[in-house]
């Protein structure tokens, strides 16, 4: 699905990603772990096409796709969606009217016809639902008013509505309480299937206890210095990320 | 030697009117002229607009009779004004008045309005005097090098309730000089809402007064859509002499290219007990250049007032530019009054936001733009307007 290899990225002149390499097959979830500074969400935003990063060494493929020479709005058409750590307010803009826009934009990339209406609101009733989304929060303004829980919530609503291959949560369990975070998590499980795959990034292993990783990658320093499987996050938040520094500046 | 005056050069090349104009107002016309020349930056009102761009264009006298022409109100009865002048042979509306023993004296102290009363190429009186709603629309159709200089008159008679509309729509390539009195009176219980929307040719210079009065109990609405156009000057001037009144003035442009636009406008509250609302947006592309300067007047006895304006401006690039300057002057004490005024640019996060999910940047940026300007357009209750104004900036955005 997507292949990373010896990522390096700068911005303004400053080494974030120092050889980063990961390669997520359809269907598997993949959660990316690590301390603050560690370049998680760096990795997040150089995925979804931020172009305030300057990639000064190596290659992404997505789906056979150089990924780096694609525009953001380019990645999105061909199934990458990111879920952000921070949702932007959009006033005036309704989240269903834009959310048509986008599939309509993604359909046509694809040389498929507009969606019908109906087909469209009843696919909003049953996107909706998934994630507990108060079908008038669905046509307000985008995220403007949201509580920290809804915005994240319509993220995942977002996600739900546009079926992406490849989903990429940047943090998307901070500023959660438990019961946003396991409507969150019910939603990144209910879109689970061996066609798709999901990269989580959290800070806390608390996430994972409700999206169940099938690897678990440490990232430190710029690179993934350890993987392992969902024990890992276990016994990080156990032990804490400086054994994992210990080991690495070791190593 | 006397030299000659801007306006002297232009007197050239204009003919002179037809019309029955009162010799008591030509001679305070012709008084003005001989004094004035082209307002220069030193002129505060003109500060930043300058209109010399006028002696460069060329006019021409033959008339064209339009036979399309795309209303914007179905329901509407419609007055066709064809490259400036009344187009023969149409229906006649009751309350509409078009042929003339004199033209009313009514006038202002203004240069631009001297010259529309010299060279005045359509008088027209609109009357609205019935509890039962109408909607009148003007329909202003134009192609190059034509000079409109309409004098319009509207009376919304005690109780009554109307609808303007002024369809300003030259053809898209055109250069025309259009030059426009408009005299409102808003009588007693009355209700009128105008709708301006000018839809100029691209080197089309448009200057613009309207004179409003307001009496008691009033209510008076105003939305001024200026959407193309080489330069556009309104300038809105609403006294209100009554107590109880409703005053609300919406505005949106639309700027790109070399395109100017200068929107000018005062409300004064001589009386207690009114409110008034002001809301003027537009976004500015290129090298395109807005001004707005929004005047509120409170006067000594006029307790009571809630009075709000505000102007926010979207530059997409950054070479245009806009002025924008709220004045408020406040001589009460028991008042509610606001202004504001923001000029910034897209928000390059919701630009990001959108795209991650599949718009395109033009995409992107178009729903914001149009939801940066929606909140004008909720303002209109009009639906033909508002979705004629709409279609108006789509097209804005797809050219």
Known sequence: MIEIKNLHATIEGKEILKGLSLNVKAGEIHAIMGPNGAGKSTLASILAGREEYEITNGEVSFDGDDLLEMSTEERARAGLFLAFQYPVEIPGVSNVNFLRTAINEIRDANGENPISAKEFMALVREKSKIVELDSSLASRSVNEGFSGGEKKRNEIFQMAMLNPKLAVLDETDSGLDIDALRIVAKGVNSLKSPENASIVITHYQRLLDYIVPDYVHVLYDGRIVKTGDKNLALELEEKGYDWIKAESQVG | ?399
């Not at chain 2, 004064?268 to 976004?283: N, Q």
Request: hydrophobic share 35%.
């Open chain 2, 1 to 399: 030697m006397l030299t000659q005056s801007k306006f002297d050069i232009l007197r050239e090349k204009l003919s002179p009117s037809i019309l029955p104009i009162s010799n008591e107002a030509r001679e305070k016309a012709e008084a003005i002229l001989e004094t004035a020349d082209f307002p220069t930056r030193r002129n505060e009102r003109w500060k930043y607009t300058s209109v010399n761009g006028i002696n460069k264009l060329t006019f021409d006298e033959s008339i064209d009779d339009f036979d399309s022409f795309n209303p914007i109100s179905a329901n509407a009865e419609k007055l066709i004004i064809s490259n400036g002048f009344i187009k023969k042979d149409q229906k006649q509306i009751k309350g509409v008045k078009t042929s003339w023993d004199e033209l009313p004296t009514k006038s202002a102290d203004d240069a631009f309005d001297a010259l529309n009363i010299l060279y005045c190429t359509a008088a027209i009186e609109i009357e609205f005097d019935s509890k039962i709603h109408r909607e009148i629309e003007l329909i202003f159709i134009n192609n190059d090098n034509s000079v409109l200089f309409p004098r319009i008159f509207v009376k919304c008679n005690k109780e009554s309730k109307g609808t303007l509309i002024l369809n300003f729509q030259g053809s898209e390539e055109s250069s025309c000089f259009t030059n426009v009195s408009t005299y409102i009176d808003v009588e007693e219980n009355s209700h009128l809402n105008v709708h301006k929307i000018q839809k100029n040719g691209i080197g089309t210079f448009d200057l613009q007064r309207e004179y409003v009065n307001q009496a008691k109990n009033s209510s008076f609405s105003i939305n001024t859509f200026s959407l193309s156009g080489r330069l556009t000057r309104n300038e809105l001037n609403i006294l209100v002499n009554g107590s109880n009144c409703e005053t609300f003035m919406n505005g949106a442009y639309t700027l790109k290219g070399k395109s100017h636009c200068d929107n000018h406008t005062t409300v004064d509250h001589k009386v207690a007990h009114c409110f008034s609302k002001e809301l003027y947006k537009g976004v500015i592309d290129d090298t395109a250049t807005n001004v707005f300067n929004g005047k509120v007047f409170v006067r000594k006895d006029a307790q009571k007032i809630n009075a709000f304006q505000s102007n926010a401006n979207i530059l997409l690039s950054e070479t245009g530019s806009v002025n924008s300057k709220p004045e408020l002057e406040i001589y009460a004490d028991d008042v509610k009054c606001s202004h504001g005024s923001t000029t910034g640019q897209l928000d390059e996060e919701a630009v990001f936001y959108l795209r991650s999910r599949g718009l395109s940047e033009k995409a992107a940026k178009e729903l914001l733009v149009k939801a940066f300007l929606g909140e004008v357009l909720e303002e209109v209750e009009h639906a033909e307007v508002r979705s004629y104004v709409e279609n108006q900036i789509e097209k804005h955005f797809s050219a």
